[in-house]
């Protein structure tokens, strides 16, 4: 099992940044972020992975979020720029231990933007 701790949600306005952390306890193949709006489906906006393939973006996101890694901190970043109310959601951090899948969840950190 892989805990995940997520830090950095909070309020801005339209245009504003945000970035959320995610400590692993442990290894992982892909570390991403999915987030949840009221009456939403989840949905996937990026994922970083352990080796050479690309980071992933929704194309919602695309040019204005970037995913990093500290691997020394088992830790994930996602920083948001540029963003909109429509960006308003609960984002979660999901563990993919092995490249079968995103397996563990984060509690989740609430993000709200207002226009």
């Known amino acids: 099992q892989v805990d995940l701790v997520e830090s950095g949600g909070g309020s801005v306005q339209a245009g504003g940044s945000l970035r959320l952390s995610c400590a692993a306890s442990?290894?992982?193949?892909?570390l991403g972020w999915f987030r949840q709006a009221p009456g939403k489906e989840r949905e996937g906006v990026a994922a970083?992975?352990?080796?050479?393939?690309?980071?992933y973006f929704a194309d919602a996101v695309k040019g204005r979020f970037t995913i990093s890694q500290d691997n020394a901190k088992n830790t994930v970043y996602l920083q948001m720029n540029s963003l909109k109310p429509e960006d308003t959601a609960m984002y979660f951090c999901?563990?993919?231990?092995?490249?079968?899948?995103?397996?563990?969840w984060g509690q989740g950190t609430q993000v709200t933007v207002s226009s």
């Open positions: 999901a563990a993919d231990p092995d490249g079968m899948g995103f397996a563990w």
């Open positions: 442990g290894y992982t193949y892909s």
């Open positions: 970083i992975y352990s080796d050479s393939r690309s980071p």
